[in-house]
Antibody
Framework: QVQLVQSGSELKEPGASVKVSCEAS????????INWVRQAPGQGLEWMGY????????TYAQGFTGRFVFSVDTSINTAFLQISSLKAEDTAIFYC???????????WGQGTLVTVSS | QSAPTQPASVSGTRGQSITISCTGT?????????LSWYQHHPGKAPKLVIY???NRPSGISNRFSGSKSGNTASLAISGLQAEDEADYYC??????????FGGGTKLTVL
């Protein structure tokens, strides 16, 4: 069955970087884009953008350019979200999701909590 | 790109029916039928309950249904059950070739 498994929770200091992984199984990894979604504490879900594993071309939502980088390693069927120069306001749960068609997310990772605190 | 508007909260008693609206613009909800709904229990991954305006994924109860008129989409849940209590989000494709989430609605089952 289709499964996305994310890396574990992270505690980082302000200014550091973090890399969250999302390992896919149960389907051909290059067939569907991987989208990233953020949920800040007490807030709703927010679309961050996506990457097509086949073309490796990321698209970022407004507000997620510059410090946010999507990448993939097709040899291990894994997508990555890297955030640099972390700020306290980056504290959130980050989800990866398989997109079968413009916002149809039929499989999600379990979420990764990133906490930014000194 | 601003988020489609959803009511912050909706409530209903067990067995009752409720509707959650998702009001966007001609730049998103009004143009595309790429309209999905997600159920999100805190601490768990969101779950797709409706896609393509009114299609249910395999395994989703027929108590969930969707519709759209103009710039507003709606999710209806009939025969409310305790396990339906969750946050619900709509998503839509946009004319900028992005995806946007609605602001979310907290459903309380009394």
């Amino acid at each position: 069955q289709v499964q996305l498994v994310q890396s574990g929770s992270e505690l980082k200091e302000p200014g550091a970087s973090v890399k969250v992984s999302c390992e896919a199984s149960g389907y051909t990894f290059t067939t569907y884009s991987i989208n990233w979604v953020r949920q800040a504490p007490g807030q709703g879900l927010e679309w961050m953008g996506y990457i097509n594993p086949g073309a490796r071309n990321p698209t970022y939502a407004q507000g997620f350019t510059g410090r946010f980088v999507f990448s993939v390693d097709t040899s291990i069927n894994t997508a990555f979200l890297q955030i640099s120069s972390l700020k306290a306001e980056d504290t959130a749960i980050f989800y990866c999701a398989r997109d079968t068609s413009w916002g149809v997310y039929d499989s999600w990772g379990q979420g990764t909590l990133v906490t930014v605190s000194s | 790109q601003s988020a489609p508007t959803q009511p912050a909260s909706v409530s209903g008693t067990r067995g009752q029916s409720i509707t959650i609206s998702c009001t966007g613009t001609r730049s998103d909800v009004g143009t595309y039928n790429y309209l999905s709904w997600y159920q999100h229990h805190p601490g768990k991954a969101p779950k797709l309950v409706i896609y393509g305006v009114n299609n249910r994924p395999s395994g989703i109860s027929n108590r969930f249904s969707g519709s759209k008129s103009g710039n507003t989409a709606s999710l209806a849940i009939s025969g409310l059950q305790a396990e339906d209590e969750a946050d619900y989000y709509c998503t839509s494709r946009t004319t900028a070739n992005t995806v946007v989430f609605g602001g979310g609605t907290k459903l309380t089952v009394l």
